[in-house]
T-cell receptor, first 113, second 120 residues
Framework: KQEVTQIPAALSVPEGENLVLNCSFT??????LQWFRQDPGKGLTSLLL?????REQTSGRLNASLDKSSGRSTLYIAASQPGDSATYLC????????????FGSGTRLSIRP | ETGVTQTPRHLVMGMTNKKSLKCEQH?????MYWYKQSAKKPLELMFV???????ENNSVPSRFSPECPNSSHLFLHLHTLQPEDSALYLC???????????????????FGPGTRLTVL
């Protein structure tokens, strides 16, 4: 059974720092991995999707990497800003069943001005 | 309207009430999902509809009843809920490849803003 873990659960850094969020999964037979952002009480906003055949994806100040063999993905945020404060979730999708879309518990990120 | 919309955004109901949540997607996707997000717990998949057919039900109590009249609309009918059902209910859509076969591929999901449900 796939398990997705995000450590740490919470992170606070000063504005301007580069930072890395981690996502690990136990079953490497995935179709894709998706990173989301969630503001308090709101829905999820898709940030980046990495297909299983890809190693990384970039969008603006965000870069997501995927290492299937080690069961890890990282989300790199460059030059962090207070507006980046939110909870970041990763989700891995297996094949054949939507029940194999498994979410992590998220990392709550706070950027201090 | 673009993306995935949900109404209402907030709902307070008593345990004897009957209410419905509505979701609409404007992305041309063929699959829609209901998720439950409780405090300090990961998202829990409740139902999946693929080509208007319910393909998955994750052991959800019968007091939650989904309805998918077409590939763009999804409802969640609620009745005799319990206080522990209070949560953020999220709708999502995506494009699923593989048709009706066993080896489906679930692509990028897009979420609505959610309905914050409080059961008194």
């Amino acid at each position: 059974k796939q398990e997705v873990t995000q450590i740490p659960a919470a992170l606070s850094v000063p504005e301007g720092e580069n930072l890395v969020l981690n996502c690990s999964f136990t079953d490497s037979a995935i179709y894709n991995l998706q990173w989301f952002r969630q503001d308090p009480g709101k829905g999820l906003t898709s940030l980046l999707l990495i297909q299983s055949s890809q190693r990384e994806q970039t969008s603006g100040r965000l870069n997501a990497s995927l290492d299937k063999s080690s069961g890890r993905s990282t989300l790199y945020i460059a030059a962090s800003q207070p507006g980046d404060s939110a909870t970041y979730l990763c989700a891995v999708a297996g094949y054949s069943s939507a029940s194999k879309i498994i979410f992590g518990s998220g990392t709550r990120l706070s950027i201090r001005p | 309207e673009t993306g995935v919309t949900q109404t209402p955004r907030h709902l307070v109901m008593g345990m004897t009430n009957k209410k419905s949540l509505k979701c609409e997607q404007h992305l041309g996707h063929n699959a829609m999902y209901w998720y439950k997000q409780s405090a300090k717990k990961p998202l829990e998949l409740m139902f999946v509809y693929n080509f208007k057919e319910q393909t998955e039900n994750n052991s959800v109590p019968s007091r939650f009843s989904p309805e998918c009249p077409n590939s763009s609309h999804l409802f969640l009918h609620l009745h005799t809920l319990q206080p522990e059902d209070s949560a953020l209910y999220l709708c999502a859509s995506s494009q699923v490849e593989g048709g009706q076969g066993p080896r489906k591929s679930y692509n990028e999901q897009f979420f609505g803003p959610g309905t914050r449900l409080t059961v008194l």
